[in-house]
């Protein structure tokens, strides 16, 4: 049977990350900068194609692709990706892409093992609205959450190694810790809207209540009470670098986790 084009489009997106991942690495390695163009761009080359997979997949099903678990993992690869290329523009950080690709890979081949055929007919629950916008916007929310986990996972490799000459190649850790910061700033509030508010509004249409303490309506409370708490200490108790980023760490992981969750304990939410 022939592939069709969204899935071919994702296969060369699953290629070009993981090409990207090994260059940063290189990169890293060699702290030449030819090498961290070419993995940025390789990286953008990636997203792009990525971007395409998902036009195409819209426009084949008639609405966003967030209606299963594959849907799901593309988008939220495709929105860690965008993110760290927002964040080179701005910060111009080769280097961090050397922590931040492979979470991006390890994102789209999460994405690859799931099933990828579109859903023929949609469940009722899965005809609104409410629930493309609930979706796209957890996932470009957890997606800052990686980029933050990515800039964490620096920090923590440089305390290691700062006594180093490798060390030196990394940023600075308040400059790490601000990268963390800032992604943060960003994903909260949109996994806040879309993962707990839109989700709220997603579920009162589809079972008709808002709260049903569903294994993955508990654990994204989890997940946002966790960032919750970042906040609190960070600025009313002035928690900065290694304290914070185990918080922003445990959040990313419980993040990751929360997608399972319909998988290992059932519930409402078992058909995405």
Same mark, same amino acid.
Request: charged residues 10%; positive net charge; proline residues 3%.
């Given at each position: 049977?022939?592939?069709?084009?969204?899935?071919?489009?994702?296969?060369?997106?699953?290629?070009?990350?993981?090409?990207?991942?090994?260059?940063?690495?290189?990169?890293?390695? *060699?702290?030449?900068?030819?090498?961290?163009?070419?993995?940025?761009?390789?990286?953008? *080359?990636?997203?792009?194609?990525?971007?395409?997979?998902?036009?195409?997949?819209?426009?084949?099903?008639?609405?966003?692709?967030?209606?299963?678990?594959?849907? #799901?993992?593309?988008?939220?690869?495709?929105?860690?990706?965008? #993110?760290?290329?927002?964040?080179?523009?701005?910060?111009?950080?080769?280097?961090? &892409?050397?922590?931040?690709?492979?979470?991006? #890979?390890?994102?789209? +081949?999460?994405?690859?093992?799931?099933?990828?055929?579109?859903?023929?007919?949609?469940?009722?629950?899965?005809?609104?609205?409410?629930?493309? +916008?609930?979706?796209?916007?957890? /996932?470009? &929310?957890? /997606? /800052?959450?990686?980029?933050?986990?990515? *800039?964490?996972?620096?920090?923590?490799? @440089?305390?290691?190694?700062?006594?180093?000459?490798?060390?030196?190649?990394?940023?600075?850790?308040?400059?790490?810790?601000?990268?963390?910061?800032?992604?943060?700033?960003?994903? =909260?509030?949109?996994?806040?809207? &879309?993962?707990?508010?839109?989700?709220?509004?997603?579920?009162?249409?589809?079972?008709?209540?808002?709260?049903?303490?569903?294994? @993955?309506?508990?654990?994204?409370?989890?997940?946002?009470?966790?960032?919750?708490?970042?906040?609190?200490?960070?600025?009313?108790? &002035?928690?900065?670098?290694?304290?914070?980023?185990?918080?922003? +760490?445990?959040?990313?992981?419980?993040?990751?986790?929360?997608?399972?969750?319909?998988?290992?304990?059932?519930?409402?939410?078992? =058909?995405?």
């Amino acid at each position: 049977m022939t592939q069709s084009l969204d899935i071919t489009l994702f296969w060369w997106a699953f290629v070009g990350f993981g090409l990207s991942s090994a260059v940063h690495t290189v990169f890293l390695a *060699a702290n030449r900068k030819i090498i961290g163009t070419v993995a940025a761009a390789t990286m953008g *080359a990636a997203f792009l194609m990525l971007t395409a997979a998902i036009a195409v997949r819209t426009g084949k099903i008639g609405h966003l692709p967030v209606t299963n678990g594959f849907e #799901f993992m593309t988008v939220f690869a495709w929105s860690a990706a965008l #993110f760290y290329l927002i964040f080179l523009l701005i910060y111009k950080l080769y280097a961090f &892409g050397a922590f931040v690709a492979p979470v991006v #890979f390890m994102l789209i +081949v999460s994405a690859s093992l799931l099933p990828k055929e579109p859903n023929a007919q949609l469940v009722p629950a899965l005809q609104s609205y409410w629930l493309q +916008v609930h979706v796209t916007l957890a /996932a470009l &929310g957890e /997606a /800052a959450f990686g980029v933050a986990f990515g *800039a964490n996972c620096m920090f923590f490799v @440089k305390k290691l190694i700062s006594s180093g000459s490798f060390g030196s190649r990394l940023p600075s850790f308040d400059r790490l810790d601000l990268l963390s910061h800032k992604a943060i700033i960003i994903g =909260y509030p949109l996994f806040t809207v &879309g993962a707990l508010f839109a989700g709220a509004v997603w579920a009162e249409q589809a079972w008709g209540s808002f709260w049903s303490w569903d294994p @993955k309506e508990v654990c994204s409370l989890i997940v946002w009470l966790i960032y919750t708490l970042y906040f609190h200490l960070r600025f009313l108790r &002035g928690w900065r670098g290694g304290k914070t980023a185990i918080i922003s +760490v445990l959040g990313f992981i419980a993040a990751v986790l929360t997608f399972f969750a319909n998988m290992f304990l059932g519930g409402l939410h078992a =058909y995405t």
